[in-house]
Structures are given as C-alpha cells and as structure tokens.
C-alpha cells in the first residue's frame, strides 16, 4: 500500500507532464491564443511606418547622399536598407517587416562625391525573434493546432564592412 509521501512524490512527477502539454485550439480560437501568448510572452517590435512598396526592386541610392542629410537612420547609412513586409501564415504574427540590404558595397565620399564602393560589403544585421507556428495536433477528429515557439532570425537593418580578401 502506498504511504502519503509516495503519493506526494507521484503526483509532483506526473503534474509537469500534464501541465507542460500544450493546448489544442479550433481554427476560431487560434488567431486570439496566438495573440495572448505574444503579447504576455513574445513581445514583438512594432512594424516601421515607412515601407517599401511590393514588388519594386532594390537599388543604392547614392543620389540620396548629394541632398542634405536625411532623417532616418535607415537612409543615412553607408549601408542603407530598406524595409519588406514578409509574410507566413503559417506562423504568428504571420505578417512582419525584413530589412533589405540596397547595395552590394558600401557609400564613400571620394573627391567630396557619394559613390558605391567594392571595397566594403553591405551586410544584414540579424536578429533572432520568436514566432509561433501552426502545427496540427495529433488523435484529433476536428483539425485543431498547438502554437508552438520557434526561433527565426530576421535582418533588422544593414552594415557596412570590409570587403573579405582571398588569401
């Protein structure tokens, strides 16, 4: 016969293992779970006010840098980017925003004129951010879905660095 501590010490095992198990939830419940668990777990960054358009191309706006100089840090880089709305909905937040690196090198004044150079390489700055992912429970008859955390890193905005040399 088990004794009082041999109970105690069952039910504090077996009381993580049904706890840890994460919820099922119905295609109407998810969007509001997914939006509780980010707001009280996974903060996310507020979306840029100024985005790019879909479907334009990139390119290194040097002209930018004969004007006077320009408000947002994004524009006044010597690795400029710019920001693209990504989406997945397979994952929330399903839509968020990716910088986009605008040139291949970096811009330098040469004879006090901007111009793009090979020396240096324009590179994304990643940052990791978690998103939760759709995925379909199991032994269920309905089409239900846990949320789970996933780690994804997403360029938040550029860098200008050396060019590699091949040795």
Known sequence: MMDMKQILFFALLLVPVYTCKSRCYNE???????????????????????????????SCPVELYRQQAQELISDRSLSPWRHVLKTNTARYPSTYVEAECLCSGCIVFKDNAPV?????????????R??????????????TYRL??????????????????SS
């Open 148 to 165: 789970k955390p996933i780690r994804v890193d997403v360029a938040v905005g550029c860098t200008c660095v050396r060019a590699r040399t």
């Open 28 to 58: 109407t419940e998810l969007d509001d779970a997914a939006g509780r668990k980010l707001s009280r777990h996974y903060p996310q960054p507020p979306l840029p006010s100024r985005r790019a358009t879909p479907g334009s191309s990139p």
């Open 130 to 143: 978690v998103f939760l992912e759709k995925e379909l429970c199991e032994n269920q008859e309905n089409r």
């Open 116 to 128: 793009e150079s090979q020396n240096f390489n324009s590179v994304p700055i990643v940052q990791s």
